[in-house]
């Protein structure tokens, strides 16, 4: 299919209904997607993947003249690949993969993850990038409507905490609520200047 400028791309007939598409998003504004190239292997050769005879449920976009996009799925979720060079069509390769910045945390993540499903055949819990970040879901989008109303870090302690939590353990030596609530607010700024793209 032709590149289109744009943020993703679609494997089948546009007409499809959207829980069924098969939705790619671009490497620039997924940064859980691995770039990596593909050099053709020797099955018996150290790190050769056959990504095609693995027991996931794999789908492969091939860009014209261009790269391959694949996404595998798999219990919990599903690794995507962009290739830059080489195929996973012609039988097993050996990739390297390309690391840089903006999205590196992203993509390392998305490398262990990756790295397990390849050794082990599943993703351990740990590794479930939801996981992490579900606990903090309720209380980044609490600290985003302080901002917006113009609390201060006091303020919105006493919105996430509690005044008793607050009153409690706001002068501690330790400053540990102060540190949280300090972390909270930069991440919630994170997010507004871009960093919801860490959540697709």
């Known amino acids: 299919m032709p590149h289109r400028p744009g943020g993703c791309s679609f494997a089948e007939d546009p007409e499809r209904s959207g829980d069924q598409a098969r939705l790619f998003w671009s490497a620039h504004c997924d940064r859980r997607v691995i770039v990596a190239a593909a050099r053709p292997c020797a099955p018996q050769e150290p790190a050769a993947i056959d990504i095609v005879q693995m027991p996931h449920r794999v789908t492969i ?10 996404a595998i799925a798999h219990a919990s979720g599903d690794i995507r690949l962009c290739l830059r060079e080489g195929t ?6 050996q990739l390297t ?9 992203g993509r390392l993540g998305a490398l262990q993850r990756w790295h397990a499903l390849v050794n ?8 479930h990038p939801v996981q992490a970040r579900q606990s903090r879901w309720p209380l980044l989008i609490a600290t985003l409507d302080a901002l917006a109303c113009g609390c201060s870090r006091r303020e919105t302690a006493i919105r996430l905490f509690g005044a008793q939590e607050v009153a409690r353990q706001w002068h501690h ?3 540990s609520l102060k ?3 300090r972390r909270l607010i ?3 700024r994170t997010l507004v200047c871009g960093g919801y793209r860490d959540l697709l």
Do not use: D, N
């Open 61 to 70: 976009l091939q860009v014209e003249g261009e790269h391959e996009e694949i």
């Open 120 to 127: 082990t055949g599943r993703v351990p819990r740990a590794l």
């Open 88 to 93: 996973v069509t012609r039988g097993p390769v």
């Open 173 to 175: 030596p330790s400053e």
């Open 186 to 188: 930069a991440q919630a």
């Open 179 to 181: 540190m949280r609530v």
């Open 97 to 105: 993969y390309v690391l840089q910045e903006p999205g590196l945390a």
